[in-house]
Every structure is written in C-alpha cells, then in structure tokens.
C-alpha cells in the first residue's frame, strides 16, 4: 500500500530557532501533498497545499513566510516553521494524492510533533 | 478497539436533503468533527460538536448526536450541486489522536 513518511517525528527547539519537517512519499510519485496542523484535543486544520514545481497554496490565515513549504521533487515536500515561537507548538501532519488513482483518496503521514521551548 | 463507520455512498436530488451518519466507538471522546473532502483538495473541517450537545445547528448544516447510540449525524438541507464530495466523520481520542471514518461520497443530481 501506498505509504507517507514524515521526519522528524518529534522535534524539540528553541524559541527563534527554525525547523524543517520532510514529508515523503515512499512508493509512488505524489504531485500534490497537503500540510495540516492540529492542536491537542482539535481538529486538522488545513494549512497549505504543495504543488510539485510551483508555489504553494495557502489557506487563510495561514503565513507563508512563516511556514516555508517547498515541494521540489514528486516525493518531497518540506514545512519549514521560521523563527519558531511557543505559540508554533503542535502536531503537523502531511498527506499526499497517488494521482493515478484519482483525486479522493489521501494517504497521511504519522504526524510530527513539534515543542518551541 | 476505537473505530468509526459510515456508509460509502448518498445521492440526492439537488434541493433535497442530505443525512449522512456516521457511528463511533469511543465513549469518552470530547469532540465530533465532520470533515469535507472535494476531488483534489484537502480536508476542509465543516463544522464539529461537543459531546455534551445533541445537537448543532451552523446555516445549512445540523449536527445531530445520539450519545448513548453513539451515533452522530449531518443534515444538509437544500443540497446543491457544490455540497458533492466526500464527508468525513471523526473523533477526538485523546490527546492529537483523531479516528476518522472511511468518508461518504455524496453524490448531489440536478
């Protein structure tokens, strides 16, 4: 079966300092991944959708020089949190399309946790 | 173990309503949520309940929750050709665990 790696899967940092969590697409080429994030006890919030080659798509209210997204090749995208601050701690979860087998179903990565000391 | 059901597929008749169920196992769980999925696009939440409500009303959209049944339902009334995609039931199971369910692909005719 299809399978959506994240690395790391926990990561503590300093306030101010910048992460970078991988998401990967282990056996099949994903054009497009989406970036959630969730806090304890609340739902996925959809944060951006990465596009192999262009630009991200933002939701609203989400910042992009915040939250640095770059999907350079058709199994990786990256999150980067800049400047990272306390408020920024939380759960951020990838899912990637298998776009050969439609547009409907999401493969999710196992979430990395993220603590801004 | 925890788990969440719903049935795979729903169609209307574009002005009717829709009700999607959806059953869970976990009893303690806080929240519901119902997530939509259109073809592409990532989980969009629409709207979720307290597990102490019975029920949530939000536009178009009625939650309904039957906790002894552990039943939770969404009502969309006057269904339009752009409520057609797939919907999501979940539950909070502490902490940043969240079961969601297989997603039923709504189908809406004009």
């Known amino acids: 079966g299809a399978v959506v790696s994240q690395h790391p899967s926990r990561v503590i940092c300093k306030s101010g300092t910048s992460v970078k969590i991988e998401c990967r697409s282990l056996?099949?080429?994903?054009?497009?991944m989406f970036w959630y994030r969730q806090f304890p006890k609340q739902s996925l919030m959809l944060m951006a959708t990465?596009?192999?080659?262009?630009?991200?798509?933002?939701e609203q209210g989400v910042e992009k020089d915040k939250f640095l997204i770059n999907h350079a090749s058709l199994t990786l995208s990256t999150l980067t949190v800049t400047s990272a601050h306390p408020e920024d701690s939380s759960f951020y979860i990838c899912?990637?399309?298998?776009?050969?087998?439609?547009?409907?179903?999401?493969?999710f990565g196992p979430g990395t946790r993220l603590t801004v000391l | 173990g925890e788990d969440v059901e719903q049935s795979l597929f729903l169609s209307v008749r574009e002005g009717d309503s829709s009700v999607i169920n959806c059953t869970y196992t976990?009893?303690?769980?806080?929240?519901l949520y119902w997530y939509k999925q259109e073809p592409g696009a990532g989980l969009q939440l629409l709207t979720y309940?307290?597990?102490?409500?019975d029920m949530k009303q939000d536009q178009r959209l009625t939650v309904l929750l039957n906790k002894k049944d552990k039943h939770l339902s969404l009502r969309i009334a006057d269904t339009q050709t752009g409520d057609s995609a797939i919907y999501f039931c979940?539950?909070?199971?502490?902490?940043?665990?969240?079961?969601f369910g297989a997603g039923t692909r709504l189908f809406v005719k004009a």
């Open positions: 899912s990637a399309i298998i776009p050969d087998r439609g547009t409907d179903t999401q493969y």
């Open positions: 056996d099949f080429q994903a054009t497009t």
């Open positions: 990465s596009n192999e080659g262009s630009k991200a798509t933002y």
């Open positions: 976990d009893s303690s769980s806080t929240y």
């Open positions: 309940i307290f597990s102490n409500m």
């Open positions: 979940a539950e909070e199971a502490g902490g940043f665990k969240t079961i």
